[in-house]
């Protein structure tokens, strides 16, 4: 079993910058793809970001292009979020989740094995 633990979440003003950290414990990191979603309050979990096991493909949703970025740290076992630009809309509990699958789509939330509590983003206008 793996644990993922998501933290960096706050309060912030429009324009300004947060990086989310996605600490993952137990099982071997660095073997799967793994990606950020988000959820806003009445609002289905969205994909924000993914990236592959080696780091060296990453896909963002149309809303986050250009202003986030994906990483990771396969010797420390963590998940990192660059988020800046941000926008009111940007508000949202946001989520790590890693795939072992090998066919399934970073994209969609259901192909994912655990995800972690989350952390909230607030975003001031």
């Known amino acids: 079993q793996v644990r993922l633990v998501e933290s960096g979440g706050g309060l912030v003003q429009a324009g300004g910058s947060l990086t989310l950290t996605c600490a993952a414990l137990?099982?071997?990191?660095?073997?799967?793809?793994m990606g950020w979603f988000r959820q806003a309050p009445g609002k289905e979990r969205e994909f924000v970001a993914g990236?592959?096991?080696?780091?060296?493909?990453?896909s963002y949703s149309d809303s986050v292009k250009g202003r986030f970025t994906i990483s990771r740290n396969n010797a420390m076992s963590k998940l990192y979020l660059q988020m800046s630009s941000l926008k009111p809309e940007d508000t949202a509990i946001y989520y790590c989740?890693?795939?072992?699958?090998?066919?399934?789509?970073?994209?969609?939330?259901?192909?994912?094995?655990?995800w972690g509590q989350g952390t909230q983003v607030t975003v001031s206008s």
């Open positions: 989740g890693i795939m072992y699958s090998e066919t399934g789509d970073l994209r969609n939330r259901d192909d994912y094995a655990f």
């Open positions: 137990g099982r071997t990191f660095a073997n799967y793809r």
């Open positions: 990236i592959n096991w080696r780091g060296s493909s990453t």
